[in-house]
């Protein structure tokens, strides 16, 4: 059975920085690959960043320069450093892994920045 726990959300001025963190229990398959999406009500879940099996980064251009994604393989913990935050930056944020076609997604986490 596997679950995605997620930690670090939070309030936040604008400018400030949050870490969040996802970790990945049960059983997957070695290669898989692992991102942070979000969500505002109203809109579709988006891209944030993701990595793939091989270590290739991928972020969406609205967070280019300001995020930092972080994966560790052998402890199965993805971060997403998040400095220089923006209100629009204001989201449930959500830990996905993609293993062999099966997909699995954390509870989410809140993140607010306030201007």
């Known amino acids: 059975h596997v679950q995605l726990a997620e930690s670090g959300g939070g309030l936040v001025q604008s400018g400030g920085s949050l870490r969040l963190s996802c970790v990945v229990s049960?059983?997957?398959?070695?290669?898989?690959?692992m991102g942070w999406y979000r969500q505002v009500p109203g809109k579709q879940r988006e891209l944030v960043a993701s990595?793939?099996?091989?270590?290739?980064?991928n972020y969406a251009d609205s967070v280019k320069g300001r995020f930092t994604l972080s994966r560790d393989n052998g402890k199965r913990i993805l971060d997403l450093q998040m400095n220089s935050l923006k209100p629009e930056d204001t989201a449930i944020y959500y830990c996905?892994?993609?293993?062999?076609?099966?997909?699995?997604w954390g509870q989410g986490t809140q993140v607010t920045v306030s201007s």
């Open positions: 990595v793939s099996a091989d270590g290739m980064i």
């Open positions: 996905k892994v993609n293993s062999a076609g099966l997909i699995y």
């Open positions: 049960g059983r997957i398959f070695s290669s898989y690959v």
